[in-house]
Each structure stands twice: as structure tokens, then as C-alpha cells.
């Protein structure tokens, strides 16, 4: 199932995305003569797994036999509606680096950016086994994101003062469910960064600045539930950056598998549902990675293969834009 939330006449609703049809469970309990309250929100969905699941697949196997049949009162054409975050307010926003190739390209650029592109080839050779080696390790680093600023699909992405170098970062992310079904379903991530802040904060405390502020981390525009995606690890990725950049990749390139992240973390502390777990950027989908960047302006369309498209707007330029770190570009 693709689970959504979305408004429409001025309502806000959770359901499903079903045939080109956004469908609220309100609508379909209705049409049912039924009543689950667990299908209320995306909060009580995954506080009542593995019954609303149940109860949800029983709804929307009805979907395509209404819709052939014209019956599609208390449907919405999903193009006509504002789709939501699946989860617009996170209990918590996770994120590993699981994609070596990214870190190793990430570093190559900042380095150049910071030292020139002599230093850029020394550093970086030293560095690209200890990527590879952190990656995979046991205890792999991650960091604490920003859950209090989520946005969905085409939604204005954040555009701090202080940077000149804005960026995106396609990623897998896993929505936490209960205990015994800990992984409730899967979404694209956009973790939205400010590069030229970063560099420093890598060899601190970690992301914060570059990471932390406003309108930075894109969710959507579905909650794919895991039986529709049967190896996370195969997907097929494609970022378009206006109608300048596309940009290629595959999830194959995680060191780890979704699984064994949930599991990481229960060995830490105890996941509640509704937690997003970023499971690392796709290699060769950022700018970071390319040296190439976004625009103001310009609409970025994120594309994983089974779990939809997410479209994100660049803003124009910020008043007061800081001196850069880097080159200045504006």
C-alpha cells in the first residue's frame, strides 16, 4: 500500500494513493459500513500495527473494483490535492551514512572547495579506506536531525543566510512501527544541506548548521508499507535538478540492510513508532557529489523506483545572504 496524508476542500485526510486516486479511509469505512479508529491518522495506524495494516489492506482491495465501476464518490484525482509529509511531525529524525562512494566523493569536493585541488587528491586518497571502513562497521556513526522541520512534496525547500552552497540528499528512509513490527514502511528522504558550513562541523559535534535549519528535510509523498517493496536494497534512483542536472543511482550501494539499522538502534534504546531512520545518501545524486548545484528557482524531482517522486522547490536567493566560506555565487 502507498499510505498518504493530503488536503482536500479544505480537510486534511490520511489514506491511500490507489490508481491515480488519493482515497481518505474515512470515505472507505463509509462505503464499508465499517469502523476502525486505528486508520484515524498516521499516528494511531502505527500505534495499532499489525491490525491496522490488516484493516487497511482490507479497505484498499476494494479501491480498484469501486473505480471500475465509476463509484468513486469521496475520492480525490491525486493531481488536484496538496499531498502532505507521510509523518509531519516525527517522534525523532535519524540519519546514518551508510554509502561510502558518497562520503568519499562529499570529501574529494569539500576538500577542494576548502584547501584547492592539490590537497583535495592528497587528503582524500588517505581518507577513502577509513569511509569504506566506517560504513560498514558494527557500530556505525549517525547523527540527530531536525524533526521539528519537515516538509512534503513540492514544498519550499529551506534556504538559510549563511550559505551559498544549498544542496539535496536523496535518501531511503524507514518509518518505525511497533515492537515486532518495527519497520511500519519505507519513503524517500531528502535531507536538504548547507555545504559550505559543513566542513567544519564533520571534525566537531557533527551536522548541525548545515543540517538543522528550517524547511530542511523533505518526507514523501508516500509511506510505502514493506510488503509492495520486497528488497529495499534494489531500487532504482533518479534526481532531476530543473532542466539542468539528472543524476543516477541505486539503493545497492547501502553497506547495510534496513533491517540491521532498526536493530542497531534497539540495541541503544527503545524505537517508538513514528521514528525516521535516514539510511545514508545515494551516491552520485547531490550536488556534493558532482560539484554541480542547485539554482533558485529551479524544481528538484527525487525518484525512487516503487516509492514515487518527491518534488521540492528551490526558494529564491535569502535577503542578507552571508560572505561564503567557499567561492560566493550569488
Known sequence: MKLLNFLADGQAHFGL???????????????????????????????SLPESFEHASML??????LIELGDTQGMYPIIGVRILPPIPKPAALLDFALTPRHLVNSMRTMLRHEF?????????????????????SPTPPYY???HLSVIGDHDEIGWPSYTSYPDIE???AILTGRPGH??????????????????????????????????????????????????????????RVGERFVWKGSTLEYAVRPERVVDY?????????????????????????NDQWIEPGEIVEIMFEGLGTLHQKVPTVPAGLEKSRWEQRF
Open 265 to 289: 538502534f534497539e540495541g541503544i534504546f527503545t524505537l517508538v513508532p513514528g521514528v525516521v531512520l535516514g539510511m545514508g545518501t545515494i551516491p552520485g545524486c547531490t550536488g556534493l557529489d
Open 170 to 172: 536523496p535518501e531511503l
Open 17 to 47: 494513493a490507489v490508481d491515480g486516486y488519493a482515497v481518505p479511509f474515512t470515505a472507505l469505512q463509509a462505503h464499508e459500513r465499517t469502523s476502525f479508529p486505528e486508520l484515524e491518522s498516521i499516528y494511531t495506524y502505527l500505534e
Open 144 to 146: 540527530k536531525g531536525n
Open 60 to 65: 484498499a482491495d476494494r479501491v480498484p473494483g
Open 182 to 239: 518495527k519497520i511500519a514502511g519505507y519513503m524517500i528522504f531528502n535531507d536538504a544541506s548547507a555545504r559550505d558550513v559543513q566542513f567544519p562541523e564533520m571534525f566537531g559535534s557533527g551536522p548541525a548548521r548545515s543540517k538543522d535549519f528550517s524547511k530542511g528535510n523533505g518526507l514523501g509523498p508516500f509511506l510505502v508499507t514493506p510488503d509492495e517493496i520486497p528488497d529495499p536494497l534494489s531500487l532504482n534512483v533518479i534526481a
Open 116 to 136: 584547492g585541488s592539490l590537497a583535495s587528491r592528497l587528503v582524500s586518497s588517505l581518507l577513502e579506506k577509513r569511509m569504506y571502513r566506517m560504513s560498514s
